[in-house]
């Protein structure tokens, strides 16, 4: 077994929980012999069944079961993909609060009782693009979780951004077909850069707060286990004491938060379109399990209205400053999916699904959602969705909804209403644990309207423009003008640069001029000059820089010294992150002193240099040896490996010769050589990765922190 392979047995082993117990009764291993859907065993399945003269093949026969039950089966295996976040991929893992702490806000067991350890399913996604779509485009991210309470399932379904396109459910139709490919010609795919969208988020200024994130870098994360997640609408605890809360749901990374560079991202979605889902099923095969803190915004009830925004409006965020994020829990996903359909494809998420303890606020968006997940659910997967192995709760289901097409479940019993005349199957009143709405007090007249604060829309798209780096507030321009130059009509482009300039003249006036818009020769409305660093995703990388789980690239040519690259690799690996060598071919590269071809020996390159591009990697090391060197210099894609690397601002180490390879054939510009030949590290800019004593040179292409100040 490969060492991947016995490592996913181990974890797996590792990774149970009571979700995991119960879909093994629908995990099958696969048999030595083929069947039938309906039992029997097939002696051939290469042969249609033919009239035959005993040399020549006639006709196919209609009346071949075998045949027509492989075609017709295969003829329907496609089901309606999701009509948004058709994109993505999932894990299970587990939840756990540190402590009883939010007991003051809510009796529902998975937030307050430590001793508890509830099932997790994560599912990952993009918005825009198709369910084939490229993983690495600008989009928001989807960040759905499905947890399996022994009070029922709880769907947290967030996304990596904390606010939303738009304040009011019913015009979610409109924002999805702005930013889907356009109705005449189907394009583009897995891009909100064209006309209808921006046209849109033109003339409905309530997007902008929501668009100065999406073109942040936050729209481009590095990993799925490198994003924030945020539940987005506002929701509600209730206590034990009938006391209720509003509340606000964060997961925070273990690793931090961190993107990719454009020119990376636009790279790999042709290099590697599956690079996130690849990558998060790497981190959990190789036991760097992603992780995140849990945390909650709480405000009561009582203080509803203290804010100069409105706290159940969907295009704001809760400022951390007025009111803190209280971390509760940790989540983990250590378990990858045995098979993507069932489990990935088949999970199926509601907004409406909370449990005892847990409720809803009257947040337009969120109302709307609760409505919305159900009923999406019936088309793609039909009205017994909630029966399927991923989607059924942990705890015993029983109720009088009944048949439909697909049921599984069989009750047994003569009655299937209530109030019966056995007095089964009752409802259970909520001091037994029965869901309990809230008393919420309600008045008025019916009108459509939202309310007077969801009516301003640019004090946090400020809020949130002034709190970026200078590099961040960068990256937005250039992603801004990126989108609006694939938009043909001045009528988009101009208006948004009108948009742009309540937000910010600079902002503007560096967007019209790139894209060819109304320069504005003064600002549309004053900027507040309000800023938080909790805004900037550099607030929340990681406290120590941290190597687990990055992927570090080792190019080698025959000749290279291969002391140092058996250090470097066991240094990496005890840091949890993985080492791939790259070389001339796939196969043995042979070090210095050994003869090329002679079989085994020396390391074996996982690809060649144009097997792979250096954006699927965060970090490159070059080892010394002559010959090793001096090949790498004579060719010019191992020469791009390293200044793309350095275009992207990642992190890149060399020893021995490898520093005379980037000094003298990649020509780094400003970049200083420490050519201490005594030093026994390799220094990047992660920190410093102590290798043993090689007796080797270091440098230091001093680039800034991956994800940090690029
Ligand atoms: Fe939604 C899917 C997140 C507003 C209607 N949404 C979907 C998924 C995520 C979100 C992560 C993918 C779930 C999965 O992996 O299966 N959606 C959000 C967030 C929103 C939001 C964070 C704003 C706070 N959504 C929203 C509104 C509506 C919908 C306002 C409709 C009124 N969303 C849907 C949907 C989807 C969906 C059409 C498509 C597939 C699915 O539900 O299961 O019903």
């Not at 849109?200 to 100065?212: D, I, Y």
């Not at 919305?372 to 059924?392: A, H």
């Not at 550099?538 to 992927?551: D, F, G, Q």
Request: charged share 25%; proline share 5%; net charge negative.
């Amino acid at each position: 077994m490969s060492l991947a392979g016995a490592l996913k047995e181990k974890f797996t082993a590792v990774a149970q929980t009571k979700k995991i117990a119960d879909l093994q009764k629908d995990i099958l291993k696969q048999e030595e012999y083929l069947n039938t859907d309906h039992g029997v065993l097939i002696s051939d399945t290469d042969n249609w069944l033919k009239a035959t003269d005993g040399t020549h093949a006639g006709p196919s026969l209609l009346e071949d079961q075998i045949a027509r039950e492989k075609i017709h089966r295969f003829d329907h295996e496609r089901i309606p993909e999701r009509v948004v976040h058709a994109r993505g991929t999932g894990a299970h893992g587990y939840f756990k609060v540190f402590s009883d702490a939010a007991s003051k806000y809510t009796f529902a067991p998975v937030l307050t009782d430590p001793s508890r350890t509830t099932p997790v399913f994560v599912r990952f996604s993009t918005v825009q693009g198709s369910k084939g779509s490229a993983d690495t485009v600008r989009d928001v991210r989807g960040f759905a979780t499905k947890f399996y309470t022994d009070e029922g399932n709880w769907d947290l379904v967030g996304n990596n951004i904390p606010v939303f396109f738009i304040q009011d459910a019913i015009k979610f139709p409109d924002i999805i077909h702005a930013v889907k490919p356009e109705p005449h010609n189907e394009v583009p795919q897995g891009q909100s850069a064209h006309n209808n969208f921006w046209d849109f988020v033109g003339l409905q200024p309530e997007s902008a707060h929501m668009v100065m994130w999406a073109m942040s870098d936050r729209g481009i994360p590095r990993s799925y286990r490198m994003m924030q997640g945020f539940g987005v609408n506002t929701y509600t605890l209730v206590n034990a004491e009938g006391q209720r809360f509003f509340v606000k749901f964060h997961w925070l990374p273990e690793l931090g938060v961190h993107s990719l560079v454009w020119d990376e991202a636009l790279k790999i979605a042709g290099q590697d379109p599956d690079f996130h889902r690849k990558d998060l099923q790497e981190a959990i095969d190789t036991g760097a399990y992603p992780t995140w803190k849990f945390g909650i915004q709480v405000i009561p009830e009582a203080n509803e209205h203290d804010f100069d925004f409105d706290i159940l409006d969907a295009t704001k965020v809760w400022p951390e400053e007025l009111v803190p994020i209280e971390v509760i829990g940790e989540m983990v996903l250590n378990r990858n999916v045995d098979e993507f359909f069932p489990e990935t494809e088949q999970v199926a998420f509601c907004t409406a699904h909370v449990v005892p303890g847990i409720g809803f606020s009257d947040d337009p968006l969120l109302q709307g959602r609760n409505f919305s997940y159900f009923d999406t659910q019936i088309t793609r997967l039909g009205i017994n969705w909630e029966e399927l192995p991923i989607n059924r709760p942990v705890c015993p289901v029983m109720n009088f909804h009944k048949d439909g097409k697909m049921r599984h479940k069989i009750y047994q019993g003569t009655v299937n209403y209530w109030p019966n005349r056995a007095s089964q199957f009752k409802p259970v009143p909520p001091e037994q644990g029965g869901y309990h709405d809230y008393a919420q007090k309600v008045a008025g007249m019916k009108a459509r309207l939202r309310g007077a604060k969801f009516q301003e829309h640019f004090n946090q798209a400020q809020l949130f423009y002034n709190s970026l780096t200078e590099y961040e507030k960068k990256h937005l321009v250039d992603a801004i003008s990126f989108e609006l130059s694939h938009c043909d009509d001045p009528v988009v482009y101009e208006t948004y640069t009108k948009v742009l300039n309540n937000i910010d003249f600079d902002l503007a006036k560096q967007v019209a001029l790139n894209v060819g818009g109304i320069v504005p020769d003064a600002p549309a409305r004053a900027n507040h000059s309000k800023a938080t660093p909790t805004l900037s995703q550099l607030y929340y990388a990681p406290k120590e820089p941290t190597i687990k789980s990055r992927r570090v690239a080792i190019l080698v040519a025959d000749g290279f010294a291969l002391a140092q690259v058996e250090a470097l690799r066991a240094a990496l690996k005890a840091g949890s992150a993985t080492s791939w060598v790259i070389g001339p071919r796939r196969g043995w590269v042979y070090p210095e002193g050994a003869v090329v071809g002679s079989g085994t020996g020396g390391v074996w390159a996982d690809h060649h240099f144009e097997g792979q591009r250096s954006t699927l990697f965060d970090a490159f090391v070059v080892p010394g040896g002559r010959k090793s060197a001096q090949a790498l210099a004579e060719n010019g894609r191992a020469i791009h490996w390293i200044r793309e690397a350095f275009g992207h601002c990642k992190a890149i180490g060399a020893i021995g010769e490898g520093v005379l390879f980037l000094r003298e054939a990649v020509m780094l510009p400003g970049v200083e050589y420490n050519t201490n030949l005594d030093s026994d590290e390799v220094v990047t800019s992660f920190g410093v990765v102590t290798v043993g004593k090689i007796g080797a040179s270091s440098v230091v292409a001093d680039t800034p922190k991956i994800g940090q100040d690029k």
